[in-house]
T-cell receptor, first 111, second 113 residues
Framework: TQLLEQSPQFLSIQEGENLTVYCNSSSVFSSLQWYRQEPGEGPVLLVTVVTGGEVKKLKRLTFQFGDARKDSSLHITAAQPGDTGLYLCAGARTGFQKLVFGTGTRLLVSP | DTAVSQTPKYLVTQMGNDKSIKCEQNLGHDTMYWYKQDSKKFLKIMFSYNNKELIINETVPNRFSPKSPDKAHLNLHINSLELGDSAVYFC????????????FGSGTRLTVV
């Protein structure tokens, strides 16, 4: 069992559709980050959320941190082929000197 | 200018060989990391260094030895390579010691044959 479980594992949609990716845990995190990784490249940071209930928007992407700081979601509106990639959540816990990564969600957006 | 650069990009080698991967960051960050990403794309931390000091060693076989000559460089040496070492290895850096806002290199795909 992984500390941070993402769902779905894989999502294949058409351009223009909306989608939500979930990142869940039974542990509390002091901050949670979302990364996107494209083939052959390293993960690239999209956003960091630190306050329970916080919502951040990045163009068509909306990130939410759960009130209890145990979960997060990423919502994409009107997905585009350029959104294709592996989405990873990662959490930092108080007292731990490392990030824990989620299990990943592979998104494929077809034209 | 690449923020976190690692070399080589690809490494194909035979079992039993010794190999090194180099990493450099020009972001002025205090902490650097090595991560391993397996075939299922799960990313797991191996080591972290803060200002050249080892902070985390995550149950990694002692065939793996990191070395940080200064806070801008973190290299990874692997002895007696095994088939199971095949993976993509990522170097990363961050300003704080918990990895918040990490910047990753583009990865080294290691294939052991």
């Amino acid at each position: 069992t992984q500390l941070l479980e993402q769902s779905p594992q894989f999502l294949s949609i058409q351009e223009g559709e909306n989608l939500t990716v979930y990142c869940n845990s039974s542990s509390v995190f002091s901050s949670l980050q979302w990364y996107r990784q494209e083939p052959g490249e390293g993960p690239v940071l999209l956003v960091t959320v630190v306050t329970g209930g916080e919502v951040k928007k990045l163009k068509r992407l909306t990130f939410q941190f759960g009130d209890a700081r145990k979960d997060s979601s990423l919502h994409i509106t009107a997905a585009q082929p350029g959104d294709t990639g592996l989405y990873l959540c990662a959490g930092a816990r108080t007292g731990f000197q490392k990030l824990v990564f989620g299990t990943g969600t592979r998104l494929l957006v077809s034209p | 200018d690449t923020a976190v650069s690692q070399t080589p990009k690809y490494l194909v080698t035979q079992m039993g060989n010794d190999k090194s991967i180099k990493c450099e960051q020009n972001l002025g960050h205090d902490t650097m990391y090595w991560y391993k990403q397996d075939s299922k794309k799960f990313l797991k931390i191996m080591f972290s260094y803060n200002n050249k000091e080892l902070i985390i060693n995550e149950t990694v076989p002692n065939r793996f030895s990191p070395k940080s000559p200064d806070k801008a460089h973190l290299n990874l040496h692997i002895n007696s390579l095994e088939l199971g070492d095949s993976a993509v290895y990522f170097c990363a850096s961050s300003q704080d010691f918990r990895g918040t806002g990490s910047t990753f290199g583009s990865g080294t795909r290691l294939t052991v044959v």
